[in-house]
Each structure stands twice: as C-alpha cells, then as structure tokens.
C-alpha cells in the first residue's frame, strides 16, 4: 500500500465499477475493503463511501448518482479530501477525469490515490495525475479494441451477439440463429409463417405495408413487442399493434433470405460483416417484395418533383384515382393516374380526359375569390347545410357502432375457432370479411372526422366572416407565390372532382369543387371541354 507525507486525519472515499459483471464477482466490495484497510494503517476517518454501482466510467461525474451527491457535499465542505482506489475509478476518459478533479478543485478538495503515487496537493503531483489520465484513456480504448475484435471474430461465425432476435427467429443455446416454427399462443401459426405471410402479401397481392399492418392486426396476430414482452424505451415508444413502419423495416431486411448484416446499427464506425443465417424466403421472393415496396413509394405525395397548385386535390369522378400533374412537350396538364399510370397500377386504363393545368389552376382560384370578397356567399352556404351536419352525426354514430359489432364478430368467432368448432381456413375467411368491413368502416368514419374537422373552421358565421377576412387581408398585403395560393386554396377546398362524360371528341369535364363549408361549385360545361387536337398530342 502507499501512503504520503503528510495523511489527512479524515477523508471521503469514491468507489465505482461499471458493469454488472464486476458487480458479481465483488469489485466494488474489493475497493470498500481495501478503504477500509488503507485507512486505518494511515490513521485516516472515513467520512462518507460513495458508491457507483454499474455506472461506466465515460460520463461526467455529476451524471452519476453518487458523483452527484458527492459534489454536492463538497461544495457544501462536508470533507476536504477524496480517496479513490484507482484512478480510473474516478473516470475512464481524460477529459471526464481532469473535468472531476477541477470541480473538486473550486471546491477545495484534494484527490488521493491509494495505489498511485500522486497526489494533486502540489504540482508534481497534478503533473503525474495528467499522464495517469491519459493511460487510463488508452488501457479503456485497447479494451473496447479488443472487444471489438472478438466480437467481430464471433459475428463472421454466425453468432448472434445481443440485441432484439429478428421476428420469426429464436437464439438456440449455441448462441446461433434458428427459423422459429413454434406457434405462436392463441393462433395456429408460427413467426415465421407471418414472416411468409407478409411476403406473400407483397409478391402476389402487391398491398401496401398499411395494409398488410392492418391485416395482422385483424388476424389478431402480435406484434414482437407484445409476444416477447420486449420492455425499455422502444416499448414505450410503440403500441400492441403492426404497424406499416415495421412492416416496412422486416420486408427491407436481408435477413429474412439469409444474410445478415452484423454492425449497421453500431453507435461507432465498424466495417459491416455479413454473415449466413437461415433464410425464410427466397433470393427471388425478397427481391420482388423490393420491386413492389419501390412502385408503392414511387406514387407516395412527398415524391412529387414538382410544385403544383392543386396537387392531390383532384380526384377523378370515373376511376377514383386522383390526378396528378405532368409536363409534355412543354405544355403542363393534370391527367387521371388510373390513364397514365394503370399498367403499373395493373388496372385497366382510364378513359377520362386530362384537364390543362393553367386553366384550371385560374378557374379554382377566381372561384376562392368569389368566397373571399363576398363572404355572403360562404354564410349563406354554411345555413343551407346545417341539415347535412347533422345528418353526418347521425351517420359517424352508425358506423361507430357498427366498428363494435366487427370487434364483436370477431370474438365470436375466435372462440368458435378456440372450441374447435371451425377450421382454421374457415376462420381466416370470416376473419378477412370482418377486416375488409371494419377497414371499409374506418375509411369512411376517418372521411367523415376529416369534414367534420374542417368544417369546424366554418361552424358558426362569425368565425367563418373572421376566417375569409384574413384571407382577403392576405391576399391584398402580400404578393401571390404559389405557396400562399396552395395554403389558401386548402384552406376553403375540401376536394376537386373531375368526372369525363362522354365519349371520343365529344366527351367533356365536368369540374366539381367541394368546400369545407359544404359548398358545391360547378363550372358550365363549355369552359371544360378540351380539344380533340390537344388530346391526342398528349403522349402521358
């Protein structure tokens, strides 16, 4: 042991470790012990023993709990000198460390080693602590290197070496991936059949994530989060549902054909090794569930290159598709994704017409101002509907109701299915007829809540005169870019419908405005023909 010069009569003591590893083994027990032993050969009062349990060595002191306290009752003078077992006890990182020794400094506290012979009392001491430091830096970095190693080593083996075991895998007791086959409680499939069963969704039925989501979530089939009780802070962050973003994140991975990829998610650079893991599906079935993730973003809104003023406003009164802007040969047009589009939809081709963007645009927006400088006309509109309102209350209590009785049938027949009354293809048939009703049902209550929501700027004359002077007072003050003009126009527009009747060089457009006080505007038909000639150069 060493001892100084000139030993305090008493003295606080500071010990730490960092993982709970060392904890077992009686580490931090080893350091009170030897405190203890140190101080009496020294004829030194312990005042006080902090002790950090399990707590690394990179955090400031004062993140720490006891090295928390301990600050506090150093500035408060409740002892003038610290022991520590070790230096790196006190911190791992130099910085970490010469930050601790300074505020213990302000508040006049001298540092003591009981295994190093330094002592920061004077200078040579403080000067001997700086080296110390910065080996304590260095013998933490050669660990975590040699760790790393080892990992590394582990992982090109194919073991897996912590973290969330991919859903539809299980950790055998070598430490290797395994497909896991074993049903899941209160269904009659396995992980991984839902793994299958996802991609099966995306290769063959081209369905979005959403819909797979909701799929599941219909089928009643938990999520990783609910069936391995995986706590912590993810948990908290999601719900006991699928969700499209998971989706989205297993039918990305690689794992799922048989390659995983060790160190993507490392906090630190690292190369990435890639190793072999059973595959649940093909090289062929994963790379088609890319294609369709890829035509599925490709028509997502936030994709859009261009700046258009009615975009995802318009949606076709024959297919139900929306239009969507688009350039062809320098002349700007809105035409029907079901017409230009439908082989990547894989639906037959729209007839409808494509609508010249410039005209539009103008006709909407001269038809906003009629509202904005004679708000008249929007009040007289929100009196008139005031009967539709409340018929539309009416309806959300319908389908709210009938959303319990889904929830109701579904029950049923999962303890029919329990009982063993019914076949397990027949429970996925009812179930799938309850899920498409209850999906249905939710769309329309989820339109419904939209109006109402928007309505609700409209509700009562006052706040809707209030509302379309801001607008006019807009206008006025400030010059019209096309940003100002999209906020305003989706402000008082609810939806645009364009609807071809007709056929050949005789068809016509008929336009519909629907605004969220309830309001239908029609255009006269002459204004919305478009030419036989202008038709046929469109090459969309």
């Known amino acids: 042991m060493l001892d100084f010069p000139s030993a305090p009569k008493a003295a606080a003591c500071y010990v730490r470790v960092s993982t709970d590893d060392q904890a077992d083994r009686g580490t931090i027990e080893s350091q009170i012990e030897y405190a203890h032993k140190y101080c009496d050969l020294n004829n030194i009062a312990i005042t006080q023993i902090y002790k950090d349990d399990g707590i690394t060595g990179t955090i400031p002191l004062q993140e720490r709990p006891a090295g928390f306290e301990l600050l506090q009752d150093a500035q408060n003078k409740l002892f003038d000198t610290l022991l520590v077992f070790k230096l790196d006890r006190l911190g791992r990182a130099t910085r970490v460390i010469l930050n601790a020794i300074y505020d213990l400094e302000q508040f006049g506290v001298k540092l003591k080693s009981m295994t190093e012979p330094f002592d920061t009392g004077d200078a040579s001491g403080r000067f001997l602590l700086t080296i110390l430091a910065g080996v304590a830096d260095l013998e933490r970095s050669n660990i975590l290197d040699r760790m790393w190693l080892g990992a590394n080593r582990a992982a090109a083996a194919g073991k897996?070496?912590?973290?969330?075991?991919?859903?539809?895998?299980?950790?055998?007791?070598?430490?290797?991936?395994?497909?896991?086959?074993?049903?899941?409680?209160?269904?009659?499939?396995?992980?991984?059949?839902?793994?299958?069963?996802?991609?099966?969704?995306?290769?063959?039925?081209?369905?979005?994530?959403?819909?797979?989501?909701?799929?599941?979530?219909?089928?009643?089939?938990?999520?990783?989060?609910?069936?391995?009780?995986?706590?912590?802070?993810?948990?908290?962050?999601?719900?006991?549902?699928?969700?499209?973003?998971?989706?989205?994140?297993?039918?990305?991975?690689?794992?799922?054909?048989?390659?995983?990829?060790?160190?993507?998610?490392?906090?630190?650079?690292?190369?990435?090794?890639?190793?072999?893991?059973?595959?649940?599906?093909?090289?062929?079935?994963?790379?088609?569930?890319?294609?369709?993730?890829?035509?599925?973003?490709?028509?997502?809104?936030?994709?859009?290159?261009?700046?258009?003023?009615?975009?995802?406003?318009?949606?076709?009164?024959?297919?139900?598709?929306?239009?969507?802007?688009?350039?062809?040969?320098?002349?700007?047009?809105?035409?029907?994704?079901?017409?230009?589009?439908?082989?990547?939809?894989?639906?037959?081709?729209?007839?409808?017409?494509?609508?010249?963007?410039?005209?539009?645009?103008?006709?909407?927006?001269?038809?906003?101002?009629?509202?904005?400088?004679?708000?008249?006309?929007?009040?007289?509109?929100?009196?008139?509907?005031?009967?539709?309102?409340?018929?539309?209350?009416?309806?959300?209590?319908?389908?709210?109701?009938?959303?319990?009785?889904?929830?109701?049938?579904?029950?049923?027949?999962?303890?029919?299915y329990r009982t063993k009354l019914i076949s397990m293809n027949d429970i996925t048939n009812q179930l799938d007829k309850i899920a498409k009703k209850k999906l249905t049902l939710q769309k329309q209550m989820h339109n419904l809540q939209a109006k109402t929501s928007a309505a609700e700027l409209f509700a009562a004359q006052d706040s809707a005169r209030e509302l379309l002077e801001i607008l006019r007072k807009k206008i006025s003050s400030q010059e019209l870019s096309i940003e100002l003009k999209q906020n305003i126009i989706r402000t008082l527009i609810e939806q645009i419908t364009a609807t071809t009747e007709g056929e050949g060089r005789f068809s016509e457009v008929k336009i519909q405005i629907c605004y969220k006080f309830h309001s239908n505007s029609f255009f006269s038909k002459s204004t919305t023909v478009i030419s036989h000639t202008d038709k046929d150069s469109l090459h969309i």
């Open 160 to 416: 897996w070496l912590g973290g969330i075991v991919p859903y539809g895998y299980f950790k055998n007791d070598d430490g290797y991936l395994e497909i896991n086959d074993t049903e899941i409680p209160g269904t009659s499939i396995s992980e991984a059949d839902v793994v299958r069963l996802i991609y099966k969704m995306l290769t063959e039925n081209h369905s979005s994530c959403n819909e797979i989501a909701n799929h599941l979530n219909a089928l009643g089939i938990p999520p990783a989060y609910v069936l391995h009780g995986i706590g912590g802070k993810r948990q908290n962050k999601t719900r006991g549902i699928w969700l499209m973003g998971r989706i989205y994140n297993m039918a990305r991975s690689t794992t799922y054909m048989g390659i995983h990829q060790y160190g993507k998610r490392a906090n630190r650079q690292r190369e990435i090794t890639e190793r072999q893991v059973p595959a649940i599906v093909s090289n062929e079935v994963w790379a088609t569930a890319q294609k369709t993730l890829h035509n599925n973003q490709l028509y997502a809104a936030r994709n859009t290159k261009h700046l258009y003023l009615l975009r995802s406003l318009i949606k076709c009164g024959n297919c139900g598709l929306n239009y969507r802007g688009a350039v062809s040969k320098g002349a700007a047009y809105y035409t029907c994704g079901g017409r230009s589009h439908a082989t990547e939809l894989g639906r037959k081709r729209c007839l409808s017409r494509s609508i010249n963007m410039q005209w539009l645009d103008n006709a909407v927006w001269e038809d906003c101002l009629r509202y904005i400088n004679d708000p008249s006309l929007a009040l007289q509109a929100i009196e008139n509907n005031r009967p539709r309102i409340d018929a539309e209350e009416n309806e959300r209590t319908l389908m709210q109701q009938q959303l319990t009785d889904c929830d109701k049938e579904r029950e049923r027949i999962l303890d029919l």
